[in-house]
DNA sequence: CCTTTAATAGTCAGTACGACTATAAAGAGG
DNA sequence: CCTCTTTATAGTCGTACTGACTATTAAAGG
C-alpha cells in the first residue's frame, strides 16, 4: 500500500471468468459459451463477464454461474477462485484483469438452456478445442486445481447428487485423474475416512442397470481427507 | 465474457498486496510497513502497491518485493499468487481490488533498508497484531497456503540458501507448521525423496556453533514430493 | 438357467511412518 | 585432558496404509 496516497493510478476493467465443471456420463465435462463478435468470433470461451460496481469477484462468479446454467438455485454449488490473470495482453481490445473460478455442478445437469442471447454448450473436456483469450489456460489451471484438491479434500462429492453410490463417487476421481482406480482398493479408502461419506439409513438402494445394486451414501461432514487419497504417482516408481 | 461487448463496466483500482515471508532464527516472519495516512494511520500492512499500466500482477509484485526488501536481485525468489481480495468495502476510501501474493525469501535477510520513504519492518508472525484492511486475513492465508503446500512440494528449499543442512530445512518445516518434528524421522523422509536435496559433493561441512558438523545440500531438482511429506495429523487420530 | 455385470468382502506382501535407542563429532568448562 | 553438552547421523521395531489380487453376492439379459 506504499505510494498508495499520493500517486496517480490505472483504472483497469475487471471480470470473473468460470471454469463450470460436471461429469457427464463418467466424462468430464466444461461448459462453454460460443463468442458471438471479435475478437474470436466464432469460437469457445469460459462464461464470465464484469464485476458489477457493489458485488466482489465471488459474488459476481454466483451471479455469472446462476445465469449461464440457467438453475434456480446455485447456493450449495461449489466455487473456488483458481488465480487472478493479468498480463497485459491478453484481451486485445482493453485492459482486462480476470478473477477466474472453478465451479462444480452435480451431474448429469440438464442440456442447458440460457437466459442470456449467448449460446452455451457442455463440451467434453478433452474436446474444449483452442478457445479464446487465455481460456485454454483457465480451463487446464481448474482442472489442475481441482485435480490436486480430490487428493487431500473431499470435494469429489461437490461433483456428485445428494445420494449416490461409491461407484459415482470414484467415476469422479477416474474422470478428473484420467486414470482407472481399482474398485475395492478405493472403496476401503473412501469407508476407512470417518466423514467422508456416511450411508444412507434406509438400506436404501439404487438401481441403474445391471449389476448388484449399490449402496447410498451422502456427503459426510468432513473437509479434509487425512491422510490423503493420493493419485497413482505421475512419475513411474521404481518397479 | 458474455455481454462482454455491449455493457457498460465500472473501472477499478488493482493492486498487488505481499506476504514476504522468511525465517530469523528460526521462527518465521513477515515484513511489514507502517502506514503514514489515514485510513489505518500507524497500523501497520503488508507491503504493496498499484499495477502499473503495462504490468501483469507477477511484475508488479516482483518489483514492489524488489523496492521493499532493497535487495539487488529477487529473480529466482519464489513468489506465488495465493488469491484476490474484492469485497466492496475492504477499503474505505474507493474500490480496490487486490491480488494477493506471498513470496519466500532466504533467511536471515538484511534487518532491511527500504528505497522508500515508508518504514518496513520484520516482525515476527505470531506478533503481527492487528494489521490495516484485510491484511490479517491475507497473512493467515499465505501461511496456510505455504504451510500446505509444504506438503506435498519441494517449496521448503525457497527459505533457505543456496546450501544448507538438514537442520536448518526442517527449522522451515517447524516455524510454519508450528510444529516439532522428529529429527531422524525429517532425514530419512527427505534422503529417500529422490530429487529433494543432493548432497554437496566436496564432503563439505558447515559449522555454527557446538555440536557434530553437518554435511551441506543443495536443492534437488523434483518439484514434488511423492509420497508427501504429511504434516502430525491436525485432527487427533485414534491413541 | 446360465452368462454378464457390477458391488462387496477378504487376503497378502511391501512400503512408509511414528517412536525409539545408539553412536559420532564437535565445543565448553573444569 | 577429560567430561559434559549439543547436534548430526545411524539403525531398529511395530503398526498403518496401500497396491495387487481373488472370491462372493446380487441383480439384468438372453
Redesign the pocket.
Known amino acids: 500500500m506504499r505510494g498508495y496516497d499520493k500517486h496517480a493510478f490505472e483504472p483497469f476493467a475487471v471480470t470473473v471468468d468460470l471454469a463450470v465443471l460436471t461429469l457427464r456420463a463418467g466424462a468430464l465435462h466444461v461448459l462453454l459459451v460460443e463468442r458471438g463478435q471479435e475478437p474470436y468470433a466464432g469460437r469457445w470461451a469460459l462464461p464470465g463477464g464484469f464485476l458489477l460496481p457493489e458485488e466482489s469477484a465471488e459474488t459476481a462468479a454466483r451471479r455469472e454461474l446462476a445465469e449461464e446454467t440457467g438453475l434456480a438455485d446455485v447456493t450449495g454449488l461449489h466455487l473456488e477462485q483458481l488465480r487472478t490473470y493479468s498480463e497485459p495482453g491478453r484481451d486485445p481490445r482493453m485492459r482486462v484483469v480476470s478473477v477466474a473460478f472453478a465451479a462444480l455442478l452435480p451431474g448429469p445437469p440438464e442440456p442447458h438452456a440460457g437466459t442470456d442471447a449467448a449460446e452455451a454448450r457442455w463440451v467434453p473436456y478433452e474436446k474444449a478445442g483452442p478457445l479464446a483469450f487465455d481460456h485454454d489456460r483457465i480451463l487446464a489451471d481448474a482442472r489442475t486445481r481441482v485435480g490436486a484438491k480430490l487428493e487431500y479434500t473431499c470435494l469429489a462429492t461437490a461433483f456428485c447428487p445428494a445420494e449416490f453410490?461409491?461407484?459415482e463417487l470414484q467415476q469422479v476421481y477416474e474422470a478428473v485423474w484420467g486414470t482407472p482406480l481399482?474398485?475395492?482398493?478405493f472403496?476401503?479408502?473412501v469407508l476407512?475416512t470417518p466423514g467422508f461419506v456416511e450411508p444412507v439409513p434406509g438400506a436404501a438402494r439404487l438401481?441403474g442397470?445391471?449389476?448388484?445394486?449399490?449402496?447410498l451414501y451422502r456427503a459426510g461432514t468432513a473437509t479434509a481427507l487425512n491422510?490423503p487419497?493420493?493419485r497413482?504417482s505421475r512419475e513411474g516408481r521404481p518397479a
Open positions: 453410490t461409491l461407484g481399482d474398485r475395492p482398493n472403496r476401503r479408502k476407512a438401481t442397470g445391471r449389476g448388484k445394486p449399490a449402496a491422510p487419497l493420493l497413482p
